[in-house]
């Protein structure tokens, strides 16, 4: 389907970049000082020994927070089609994606909606994107409120609902070892209702993209996301050494990143990292996250095997209620939620 045919469905031109696009000069990208990186880790699965793998997932996880992954098993016919259909669903007209758009009603199983950050005094700057949020598991609760059109979008997330499963479980196993801990570990303290959340997100091509973002500064609030996302477009951006680099798409590759509970529970040895996506000029981009998160009323705080009198904790245990609000909280801003549980030494 032809890029053209996008409209935002909050009403925003996709031709022009209106003031309620615009960040603040000191929030802007500085496109021409960031460098393609070339060096975040890849990391074959399919490798022997798999000690190799766990070698080189651990070290990922402390020095990037952030790896991209082959040889996953994932079918790329089934990745393309969720691509293929995620971006459909974003080009259908504004008035048959508005019936999704979200309200303020956080427990709002299917939401479509726009990231936003504080601009100057009470301005909202909203991201250059679109998003559509939705459970991937479990889908039998939800798939009849997922749309109907594209006619396959129901059948195709939940076909890639169970790979994704199955490759989640594999890479916590993975992330496990590489603490020294059991391999089922991370997957227990995360606990067996987890909050398993999918989202599409759409980056029209912008007509300035060095003064607006695709998605803002941040973390991810959950324990670990695995992504998907268009081939031959950069986009997305990591910090390492206090610089911001390109992460350049691999084909058939998930990028995989730590989230803030993976960061507490291994006591900050793995690091939850922040990144933004950029826009560009002339190419659509499209991404589909899938985020692993611990349930409400389970309690995160540092694995007790991992302390001793050279690592004491650096968290307080919390209920994830308790990190919802806060992250809640401090919406349109650039979070600082893990800052909050730290114990002070």
């Given at each position: ?23 603040p000069q000191e929030q802007r990208p500085n496109l021409t000082q960031t460098p393609l990186l070339s060096s975040i880790p890849v990391i ?10 766990v070698d080189k997932v651990s070290k990922a996880c402390e020095e990037y927070g952030f790896f991209q992954i082959i040889n996953h098993g ?109 391999q089922d570990c991370l997957e227990k303290k995360i606990g067996d209702s987890p909050m398993c959340r999918a989202q599409g997100n759409y ?143």
């Amino acid at each position: 389907m032809a890029t053209q045919t996008f409209h935002f469905t909050n009403g925003s031109s996709h031709l022009s970049l209106s003031p309620d696009h615009v960040l603040p000069q000191e929030q802007r990208p500085n496109l021409t000082q960031t460098p393609l990186l070339s060096s975040i880790p890849v990391i074959d699965l399919s490798e022997q020994p798999s000690a190799s793998v766990v070698d080189k997932v651990s070290k990922a996880c402390e020095e990037y927070g952030f790896f991209q992954i082959i040889n996953h098993g994932v079918p790329r016919e089934l990745c393309d089609g969720v691509l293929a259909v995620v971006a459909a669903f974003f080009e259908l007209p504004p008035e048959e994606k508005a019936r999704f758009l979200a309200t303020t009603d956080r427990t709002q199983q299917v939401r479509l909606f726009n990231y936003y950050v504080k601009g100057d005094g009470e301005n909202k700057v909203s991201m250059w994107s679109e998003c559509f949020g939705h459970l991937w598991h479990p889908l039998d609760q939800t798939l009849h409120l997922l749309p109907e059109n594209p006619p396959r979008y129901r059948e195709i997330i939940a076909e890639y609902a169970k790979e994704i499963g199955v490759l989640m479980k594999r890479l916590l196993r993975l992330i496990s070892e590489g603490l020294g801990l059991q391999q089922d570990c991370l997957e227990k303290k995360i606990g067996d209702s987890p909050m398993c959340r999918a989202q599409g997100n759409y980056y029209p091509p912008c007509p300035n993209p060095e003064l607006t973002l695709g998605l803002n500064v941040h973390t991810d609030m959950s324990a670990l996301t695995i992504v998907r996302q268009s081939e031959g477009v950069t986009g997305l951006q990591v910090i390492k050494d206090g610089h911001w680099v390109a992460v350049e798409p691999i084909p058939d590759a998930f990028v995989v990143n730590v989230g803030d509970q993976i960061q507490v529970l291994s006591n900050g040895r793995y690091k939850s990292v922040h990144h933004r996506a950029v826009t560009n000029e002339t190419r659509k981009r499209v991404s589909m996250a899938t985020f692993y998160t611990p349930g409400k009323d389970t309690v995160i705080g540092p694995i007790r095997d991992l302390i001793d009198e050279q690592h004491t904790p650096l968290y307080r245990e919390y209920y994830f209620s308790e990190f919802l609000e806060e992250f809640f909280k401090q919406e349109g801003a650039r979070r600082m939620v893990t800052e909050i549980f730290e114990l002070k030494s």
